[in-house]
C-alpha cells in the first residue's frame, strides 16, 4: 500500500514553484498473450501533492498481466499474533514454489488507494488511509497424491479447474505526536474481505465446490512512551475484533454443505520500565490479555457421518504476564537474559472445570566480540507454549471436498527447548562477509497427529498420547567481492532435519523430512554499459518412515540475466530461468524461459517499452513435494508468450 509521513529517510526541500503542484506518474502497458489468449493490459496512475501542513498521494492500477496487488494492501491487515483466527475451510487455488507470480497468476484486478496527511503543528499529525481491491483469478492444475500407509499406498488424482473472487475495503486512521519528552501513538483500522471460490475437479472424486470464506477484522493500537531523565515508561494498549462466518457446498451427486462461525475479542494491555546503569540494563515488561471465542459449526447431508457434525465452543481466557530482562554489556562481551512468566485462566463453556496453568520460557543469549571483524554467539531457550485454540473442538469439519478434521476436546499444551551457536565474519577493505548458524531444538507435545481413511475421505484428528519430536538446522553464507568480474560471488547453504511421530491408520509412524539447499551466485560488469547475474540453485528433499525404503526428489534451478544500456536513452535486458525438477524417481520436467526487454526514453518525461516473455510459450509446469507421509506431484498451468509495449509519463 502506500503510506505517508512526515519522518523521511532523506530531507527533501520543495522549490517554492513546486509547492502544492500535483505530481504525476501513469504507466500503461498493452499487448497479447498466448495463453490466456487475448488481449492484455496494465494501467498504473499515481498522483501526489505535498503542501505545508497537508499531503495526499493517491493511486489506481488495473492489470490482467500477472501481478498480485493483493500485496499492495497487506500492510493494512491485523498484527499476526497468537489472536489471529485461521480458516477452517481450506479451498483455495495451488501455490508455485520457486516460480514468480507473473508466470503463474491469472488475473483481472483494480486497486485504488488513498493517503491524506494533515499537519498539526510541529510535533503532531493525522493520517488516514482507504484502499479498495477488487480480484479475480483463475487457476488449473493436474495433481497426483500418494499417501505412504502402513499396509498399502493410496493414490489420489485429482485435476482442478479454479475461479476465485476477492473485495478488500482496508481503512486506516492514525494520530501521531513526538515530542522531546513523549510519544504518542494511535491507529485505528479495519480490514474487510469477501472472498468466494469455485472449484471444478475431475479425476478419483469428481466433484464441485462453492466455499465462501469472508474475513471481516477491526482493531486499535495505541503506544505511549514517557521518558524520566535516563529512565522510560512504556504503555501499549492493542483490541481486535474478528469474524468468519464461512461455508462449503460440495456437489457429488448428493450435496453436502459445512458452515463455520467462528468469532473472537482479544485484548492487550502491558506497560515496560526500563533504568540504565553503566553496564547493565534492567527492565521489565508486564501486563495482561484477555481473550473472547465462539466457534460454531454443522456439517449437513453426509450420509454415513463418522463423527459429531455439530461444534459449539466458547472459550474464555485471561494471561496475566511479567517478562523481565537483563542486559549486561563489559568491554567485548555482552548478554541478555530473559525470564517471562505467564498465569493463565481458562474457562470453558462446554464443561464445569476450568483451567489454571503457570508457563514460562527463560532465554539466554550471550555474544562475544572476539575482534573487530568476528563476533560469536550463543543462545539457550526453554518454551511452553499456550493451547492452541484453532485445535479446541470435538466435532466434524469438513475443510474440503474429501478431508474431514476433528479437534482436540481438552486443554492440553506443547513445550520446547532449543540451543543454538552463530558466527559473523566481516572483512568490508577485502569485501569479505561470512556467517553460519547452528541450531538444535527439541519439542514435546501430550496429543498425536493422526490420519485415517474411511471411504473416501481421510479423516485428521488427534489422538492422547504423549511423543516428542527434534529438529536439526544449518545455515551458512560466504560472500566477496571479485575484482576481475567488477562483481561479487556468494554462496549460501540451508540444512533442515526434522524427526517426527503420526498415528497412519491406526498404527504409530515415526518419520522424518530432511532437506539441503544450496545457491551460488556471481555477478559482474561489463565496461560501463552493462552488468550480469548468474544464480545456481541446488535444493533435494528426503522423506523417511519407519523401515520402508528413502524418498528422494531433487532440482535444479538456472537464473541469468543481464542488462545493457548502450547509448544514453536506450536500454535492454535479457533474462532467462532453466528448471530441472526431479517429478518421480528417475523421472525429470525440464524447462527453460526466456525474457527480454528493450527500453526507450524520449526524454525527462516520456519512456518506451517492449517486453516479450516466456518465449518458447511453455504452458505447464511440473514439480513434485512431499507433506508429511505422502508426495504430491502437481502440473499446473502457466501463463504463455506474451508480448508487451509499455509507455510511461511522468509530470
Known amino acids: 500500500g502506500i503510506s505517508l509521513s512526515t519522518q523521511a529517510a532523506v530531507n527533501l526541500r520543495l522549490k517554492n514553484n513546486a509547492k502544492a503542484q500535483w505530481i504525476t506518474n501513469v504507466l500503461a502497458t498493452g499487448g497479447v498473450s498466448a495463453q490466456p489468449e487475448g488481449g492484455l493490459w496494465s494501467i498504473e496512475a499515481f498522483t501526489m501533492q505535498m503542501k505545508r501542513n497537508k499531503q495526499n498521494i493517491t493511486l489506481y492500477k488495473t492489470n490482467n498481466i500477472g501481478k498480485n496487488l493483493e500485496k499492495e494492501v497487506s500492510d493494512l491487515t491485523m498484527e499476526k499474533d497468537a489472536s489471529e483466527l485461521s480458516d477452517y ?26 493517503s491524506q496527511l494533515w499537519g498539526l503543528g510541529k510535533d503532531r499529525e493525522i493520517k488516514a488511509q482507504v484502499h479498495y ?32 473472487h476477492l473485495h478488500q475495503l482496508s481503512a486506516e486512521l492514525t494520530v501521531e505526536a513526538n515530542r522531546s519528552t513523549s510519544y504518542l501513538k494511535n491507529i485505528l483500522k479495519t480490514n474487510l474481505q469477501w472472498r468466494n471460490v469455485d472449484v471444478n475437479t475431475s479425476g478419483t472424486l469428481p466433484n464441485m465446490q462453492q466455499a465462501e470464506v469472508p474475513v471481516y477484522k477491526i482493531g486499535n493500537t495505541f503506544n505511549l512512551i514517557k521518558r524520566f531523565g535516563k529512565q522510560t515508561v512504556a504503555f501499549y494498549s492493542r483490541n481486535n475484533w474478528q469474524l468468519r462466518p464461512q461455508s462449503l457446498d460440495v ?16 485484548t492487550q494491555e502491558s506497560a515496560n520500565y526500563g533504568m540504565n546503569f553503566k553496564h ?8 495482561g490479555t484477555a481473550m473472547i471465542r465462539d466457534l460454531n459449526s454443522y456439517l449437513h447431508g453426509l450420509p454415513d457421518s463418522p463423527g459429531i457434525p455439530a ?29 517471562p512468566v505467564h498465569y493463565y485462566h481458562y ?12 508457563t514460562s520460557a527463560p532465554s539466554l543469549r550471550i555474544r562475544w566480540n572476539v575482534t573487530p571483524h568476528l563476533r560469536i554467539s550463543v543462545r539457550g531457550q526453554a518454551t511452553s507454549k499456550a493451547m492452541d485454540l484453532h485445535s479446541l473442538y470435538n466435532g466434524l469439519i469438513l475443510t474440503d471436498y474429501r478431508t474431514l478434521s476433528s479437534g482436540i476436546e481438552e ?35 501430550s496429543f498425536l497427529q493422526s490420519q485415517q481413511f474411511t471411504g473416501d475421505y481421510i479423516m485428521k484428528y488427534y489422538t492422547k498420547s504423549p511423543h516428542k519430536g527434534n529438529t536439526w538446522t544449518a545455515l551458512g553464507t560466504v560472500s566477496g567481492n571479485i575484482e576481475c568480474l567488477k562483481g561479487m560471488a556468494g554462496v549460501t547453504f540451508l540444512y533442515r532435519k526434522t524427526n517426527r511421530s503420526m498415528l497412519s491408520e491406526g498404527k504409530l509412524t515415526d518419520y522424518s523430512t530432511e532437506s539441503y539447499n544450496l545457491t551460488g551466485r556471481l555477478n559482474g560488469r561489463i565496461g560501463q554499459f552493462a552488468n550480469w547475474q548468474y544464480i545456481l540453485d541446488y535444493g533435494q528433499n528426503n522423506l523417511h518412515i519407519n523401515h520402508q525404503p528413502p524418498h528422494r526428489l531433487s532440482r535444479w534451478q538456472h537464473t541469468f540475466s543481464i542488462f545493457a544500456a548502450p547509448f544514453n536513452r536506450l536500454s535492454t535486458q535479457l533474462s532467462g530461468e532453466y528448471y530441472h525438477n526431479e517429478v518421480g524417481e528417475h523421472q525429470y520436467k525440464n524447462m527453460l524461459l526466456l525474457d527480454g526487454k528493450i527500453s526507450y526514453s524520449l526524454g525527462k518525461h516520456i519512456e518506451l517499452s517492449a517486453t516479450l516473455s516466456n518465449l518458447f510459450n511453455h504452458r505447464t509446469y511440473g514439480y513434485s513435494l512431499y507433506a508429511e507421509t505422502s508426495v504430491v506431484k502437481h502440473e499446473r498451468k502457466l501463463r504463455g508468450r506474451e508480448f508487451l509495449i509499455s509507455f510511461y509519463l511522468k509530470k
Open 133 to 164: 481491491l477488487n480480484d479475480r483469478t483463475t487457476s488449473e492444475a493436474s495433481s497426483r497424491y500418494t499417501y505412504y500407509l502402513p499396509e498399502e499406498n493410496k493414490i489420489v488424482l485429482d485435476d482442478q479447474k479454479a475461479l476465485e
Open 311 to 339: 461444534n459449539g465452543w466458547a472459550t474464555r481466557y485471561a494471561n496475566l504476564y511479567a517478562i523481565p530482562k537483563l542486559e549486561y554489556k563489559y568491554r567485548r562481551m555482552d548478554g541478555t537474559l530473559e525470564l
Open 411 to 445: 486443554y492440553t499444551t506443547t513445550s520446547g527447548q532449543s540451543l543454538s551457536g552463530a558466527l559473523n565474519f566481516k572483512q568490508p577493505i577485502w569485501g569479505l562477509f561470512a556467517n553460519a548458524m547452528v541450531m538444535r531444538s527439541w519439542n514435546s507435545a
Open 347 to 358: 474457562t470453558f463453556a462446554h464443561k464445569l472445570s476450568k483451567e489454571n496453568d503457570w
Open 280 to 287: 547493565l540494563t534492567l527492565s521489565m515488561n508486564g501486563g
Open 89 to 114: 475451510i481450506q479451498v483455495t487455488g495451488i501455490s508455485i514454489p520457486n516460480l514468480e507470480q507473473k508466470r503463474t497468476l491469472f488475473n483481472r484486478s483494480h486497486l485504488f488507494s488513498t
Open 251 to 266: 456437489q457429488r451427486g448428493i450435496r453436502y454443505q459445512q458452515k463455520t462461525r467462528e468469532q473472537a475479542f482479544f
